[in-house]
């Protein structure tokens, strides 16, 4: 079962759970860990390991793990039920308060969040919920009996609660009773009054009632709707954004103040309708983005309708462009346009929120969209409410948002796939920009909301959520994205890394985190891969999609244009062999000083001919001949071979300098490349963390051997399988761990006892080295990646054993293991084996 690809997954919790029957949390570790490491993982896979982390021992773990959960669905029972259960003091009042905000909460886990808050001081907290029109709901309090319920909405009244003894959450410092009120009584607020003073406050959305609104109509050709709660200065600059659109729009501007707790808002939001600005609607209680566009609906009765978020801001004549867009085709309905945090039309990130540029940049990144785009359009699955053009034709056949999704989040969506069903589009505006905040921080509740309703439209469109993970891959917008990209100007005195794809390309990906790091704006990733280009801003600001065709002279000659007009301070080159020659010739044309990136030797070594498994000579400790042969073996013609040669001597004459990218890559780069200039490595500072003894951990077993394996290569999964039959064959009980993924993850671990964790992240790594009980670590790859682990060595003060292309010149340090490069993965790990049974228990007892 646990190799079935299908039932792998499940098979990881059993695990889980057999050792955690048998009290061993540290076995579970590894399957617990595993599951939150696939592509399935969810917030209960994170749960889990968090449970795990906290009967090992590691309650930092755990709690870290718990936020995770929390995070990824704050609506999971079990989650919250971990939380109030083992979570910290500020977890268990997150969850607790997460509960009560849930109408639909199980009645056991309302009753351990009352107890915990009242633990923690509260003295009554009330709990109501609209249920087929009627309020009902709980009270709970300490203190005297006695306690009053004011009712707020279109009057006011007070009722007297009686305790109710048998009540599910009486306890016996605490009282109870139900509140259940009349289905006609148009409730807003309810308060627990004790002795005259509020002590409890709940609200409820009231059922629309907007008889008295009475506006009177205006001419007008499109009607902007912009519902406003809080957030002053980013409504105004809204407003005052929608104020500059000028001519030629004919526009009305309805802002609805749903309740807003700001009066310096809501008082500048006086004058501008005494100004006559603007149309306003008051709700007299929060009633949520739906209800309070519906009720400026419903007064928009011709022309086209904008749903604007009062944090999004529309640079000048844009919403013209908009609606140039929406009446494009007959058959578009409604007309998102970009944004730096628009879902779908994100960037230059898609589909993530990027940071909102100031106004004056706004402007110009429209302003380069209409130059890219023009009046271009792109179909979407749906609209993205921040900026939602409606055209009339779609309004009347649709009608108005809905309300069944509380507080807001999908109704946007839902309207947008009812549009299409009724035969209307959803398009992308893809020459206009409008600039939106979005949620400025992680919150708790929105996150509640967002899952909430997610469920409730799988619900009535269950076929969306395939459809828009199908739009995200396939990426629609990217043209004209890179369209817009390509018109940017280059920034001063930034790095480009060119490289081809697989091991460079990851290289290239390490090489630019490190420079991030750096002062100076963040570098360029250039990989040129079959047939194109991709140009990437590491840290992910612009760009982000632009490519350019490499299959004909034209693609290339507009790449190299880019790069000479992007004012590099240099151009590093990873793997320079796997790039095209004449890219090549052109590069070094460019007047720039270019490097060779030496990260990974193998593109300047023969490459290594496939290790069948069987070592032709076993006996002698050393390389064999037919083993070094083999692991350096050319297979080339020997026209081919004058031709890499040939490349080579070239590359050694143009390029400026190498530049090593750790201590080991300099060795050998000093060795093989001769007289060249070799940049010095400076390594970084590291501050030595050494992990706590095994003797002090839970269960301390022979300590596991790591292979930091961030890059999957097949060479390497074979030197892995290797290592696990080697420390069989000498009874070795220390489990192989894979710190990385493999090409066939089960396959490898079919092969014996080595344990693949799945994709790791830097951050991971000291809580990884603390749990799975890492005692070394090896590096299964003979001319890359040194690194990484060398890094992991230093600051861990753990052992290491790796390929040693220095050639004896660089000192080994914590115990460490110099490989000699031409072994055959056989000969390797029998020596690796060997060393980490020294490590454990003394080289005499192997």
């Not at 997460?98 to 923690?120: I, K, R």
């Not at 279109?154 to 009120?181: G, N």
């Not at 600059?237 to 104020?243: D, K, S």
């Not at 609906?297 to 140039?324: F, H, I, K, M, Q």
Request: with cysteine; net charge neutral; charged share 25%.
């Amino acid at each position: 079962m646990f190799f079935d690809p299908r039932r792998h997954f499940e098979a990881l919790f059993l695990q889980v759970r057999r050792h955690l029957d048998d009290g061993r949390a540290d076995l579970a570790f590894p399957h617990a860990d595993r599951r939150c490491r696939l592509p399935r993982a969810r917030a209960r896979d994170f749960l889990l390991r968090s449970e795990v982390s906290r009967r090992a021992g590691f309650l930092d773990d755990s709690a870290r793990d718990l936020d995770r959960a929390i995070e990824l669905d704050p609506t999971d029972r079990y989650v919250l039920r971990g939380a109030l259960t083992w979570g910290e003091p500020a977890q268990k009042s997150l969850g607790a308060r997460l509960v009560l905000s849930d109408g639909d909460a199980a009645p056991a886990l309302v009753a351990l969040a009352l107890d915990w808050l009242m633990a923690e001081g509260e003295t009554a907290l009330l709990g109501l919920v609209r249920r087929d029109q009627a309020v009902v709901g709980w009270a709970a309090w300490t203190g005297a009996e006695e306690i009053q319920l004011r009712l707020a909405g279109d009057s006011e009244r007070l009722v007297a609660l009686k305790p109710e003894p048998e009540h599910w959450l009486a306890r016996e410092t605490r009282f109870a009773a139900t509140i259940r009120l009349d289905p006609a009584e148009n409730v807003a607020t309810a308060t627990l009054l004790r002795d005259g003073a509020a002590v409890a406050t709940g609200s409820l959305t009231a059922g629309p009632r907007f008889l008295a609104d009475v506006v009177a109509p205006e001419p007008a050709s499109l009607s902007v709707i912009v519902p406003v709660y809080e957030d002053f200065a980013a409504t105004r600059a809204c407003f005052e954004a929608l104020f500059a659109q000028g001519a030629p729009l004919a526009m009305r501007i309805l802002a609805v103040d749903d309740a807003s707790p700001n009066a310096a808002l809501r008082r500048w939001l006086d004058d501008q309708a005494t100004a006559g600005r603007i149309t306003l609607l008051r709700n007299s209680h929060n009633l949520g983005f739906a209800a309070s566009v519906n009720r400026a609906l419903r007064l928009c009765t011709a022309g086209d309708v904008l749903l604007l978020n009062a944090d999004a801001l529309a640079p000048p004549g844009s919403l013209a462009r908009l609606a140039e867009v929406a009446h494009a085709a007959p058959d578009i309905g409604v007309v998102t346009p970009f944004s730096n945090n628009g879902e779908y039309t994100s960037l230059p990130k898609p589909n993530a929120a990027n940071p909102m540029e100031p106004e004056t940049e706004i402007a110009y990144i429209d302003r380069l969209a209409r130059e890219a785009n023009g009046l271009d359009f792109i179909d979407l699955p749906n609209g993205i409410g921040f900026c939602l053009f409606i055209t009339r034709a779609c309004l009347d056949a649709v009608g108005l948002l809905p309300e069944l999704y509380d507080r807001g989040y999908f109704e946007d969506v839902e309207f947008c796939l009812r549009a299409r069903e009724q035969g209307f589009r959803n398009v992308c505006a893809t020459g206009v920009y409008v600039g939106h905040h979005g949620s400025r921080s992680f919150r708790a509740e929105k996150r509640r909301l967002v899952m909430r309703n997610l469920a409730i439209l799988r619900r009535r469109f269950p076929d969306y959520e395939a459809e828009s993970a199908s739009f995200v891959e396939a990426d629609p917008l990217r043209c004209a994205r890179g369209a817009i990209e390509a018109l940017l100007p280059g920034r001063p005195g930034r790095v480009a890394l060119v490289c081809a794809g697989g091991a460079s390309r990851f290289l290239a990906g390490e090489r630019a985190a490190a420079l991030a790091k750096e002062a100076g704006p963040a570098p360029l990733i250039c990989a040129c891969l079959t047939g194109r280009a991709e140009l990437r801003g590491a840290a992910g600001e612009w760009p982000q999609s632009l490519e350019f065709r490499l299959d004909g002279s034209e693609g290339r000659r507009s790449l190299v244009a880019f790069l000479r007009a992007g004012r590099f301070s240099r151009i590093e080159l990873f793997d320079p062999l796997a790039l095209e020659p004449g890219l090549l010739a052109a590069v070094f044309r460019l007047g720039v000083r270019v490097e060779i990136a030496a990260g990974d030797l193998e593109w300047a070594i023969p490459p290594q001919a496939p290790f069948d498994g069987a070592c032709r000579a076993p006996d002698p400790p050393g390389p064999c001949a037919p083993c070094a042969e083999g692991a350096f073996r050319d297979e080339a013609t020997d026209a081919v071979r004058r031709r890499r040669l040939k490349r080579k001597r070239r590359l050694l004459a143009h390029a400026d300098a190498f530049r090593p990218l750790d201590r080991m890559s300099e060795q050998a780069a000093r060795h093989i490349f001769g007289d060249a200039a070799v940049a010095p490595f400076i390594q970084p500072s590291i501050e030595p963390r050494p992990l706590p003894p095994l003797s002090s951990l839970p269960h301390a077993r022979r300590g596991a051997l790591a292979v930091v394996a961030p890059l999957r290569d097949a060479r390497a999964d074979r030197m892995v399988v290797a290592l696990g039959r080697a420390l069989q064959k000498i009874d070795d009980p220390a489990r192989v761990v894979v710190f990385g993924a493999c090409v066939d993850d089960l396959a490898v671990m079919r092969s014996g006892d080595v344990f693949v964790s799945g994709p790791v992240e830097q951050d991971e790594i000291e809580r990884l080295l603390r749990q799975y009980d890492v005692a070394a670590l090896v590096s299964p790859y003979r001319t890359r990646l040194f690194d990484r682990i060398d890094r992991m060595s230093r600051a861990f003060a753990l052992p290491k054993a790796c390929f040693d292309f220095s050639f004896g010149k660089l000192a080994l340090e914590n115990g460490d293991l110099a490989l000699d490069p031409r072994l055959c993965d056989a000969k390797a790990a029998s020596r690796i084996a060997q060393w980490h049974c020294g490590l454990s228990q003394g080289a005499a007892a192997c």
